[in-house]
């Protein structure tokens, strides 16, 4: 074989991801809850959907993906709570789930990564996560079609996409963009749901109905959802858990 110029950087393998797939063997089922804008609801039903699971006996991860602006921790009030070290990051159990989010090394501060630094802290986040065994780990990904989302596709080969919209034209034509990128990369789709709905609509079935994709049914619009963030069990007594329950039952 003939010498590199020197001039020639040549990537070597990187070895997280070796590492990656142990944190994740024993992981049953990975289902990532993604969205085409911000603003639909994502981060409530995967945390309502965690929760949901916890309470059916599953045992549950929650991966808060959204590096800009996570959320889950305050819906799912995790305050005191911190993971521990031992040969990697034991993730902390809050109301029964498994809870991981960047949230806790850069609390409120805000974390201005682009590009690859996006890539490298997600893959950073997975190596050093040690999740053991569970049967569901819910991953919330930030909107849009972010460095995020795609290494998702990349390093998460076991994940099934839930798509969340609401039945507004605006939202169905960026979640169409989201819809279309997961089937031609081939990523199963568990389906879409149709959030905060208000009136009676036909747009998204009619979306998923485009795609060939499974319409999971609506979550009406619900007026008392602030007042629940950090009570999970007040959460769980809402019109709207009682609509992911629904959805829950379609996709398990």
Do not use: Q
Not at 27 to 47: D, E, H, P, Q
């Amino acid at each position: 074989m003939g010498r590199v110029h020197k001039n020639f950087k040549v990537r070597a393998p990187d070895p997280r991801l070796a590492i990656i797939d142990e944190r994740l063997k024993d992981v049953k089922r990975i289902f990532v809850v993604v969205s085409g804008k911000g603003g639909v609801g994502k981060s409530l039903i995967a945390t309502t959907l965690s929760l949901i699971l916890t309470k059916r006996g599953r045992s549950v991860g929650l991966l808060d993906l959204d590096f800009h602006g996570p959320s889950c921790h305050i819906i799912l009030g995790t305050k005191g709570a911190m993971p521990t070290e031992e040969k990697g990051i034991i993730p902390p159990e809050v109301h029964g789930i498994k809870f991981m989010s960047v949230v806790y090394y850069v609390g409120d501060e805000p974390l201005p990564l682009r590009g690859t630094e996006i890539s490298d802290a997600f893959t950073e986040l997975l190596a050093i996560t040690k999740w053991g065994r569970v049967d569901y780990l819910i991953v919330d990904a930030p909107p849009g079609m972010g460095e995020e989302v795609l290494d998702v596709i990349r390093l998460m080969e076991r994940s099934e996409f839930l798509i969340v919209t609401t039945p507004s034209s605006l939202a169905l034509k960026t979640v169409s963009r989201l819809t279309r990128l997961l089937l031609e990369v081939r990523a199963p789709i568990l389906g879409v749901v149709e959030n905060m709905r208000i009136t009676e609509t036909k747009l998204v079935e009619e979306h998923a109905k485009k795609f060939g994709i499974k319409y999971l049914g609506p979550i009406l619009f619900d007026y008392n959802l602030e007042e629940c963030f950090s009570n999970p069990k007040k959460l769980l007594g809402t019109k709207f858990a009682r609509n992911v329950r629904d959805i829950a039952k379609k996709i398990l």
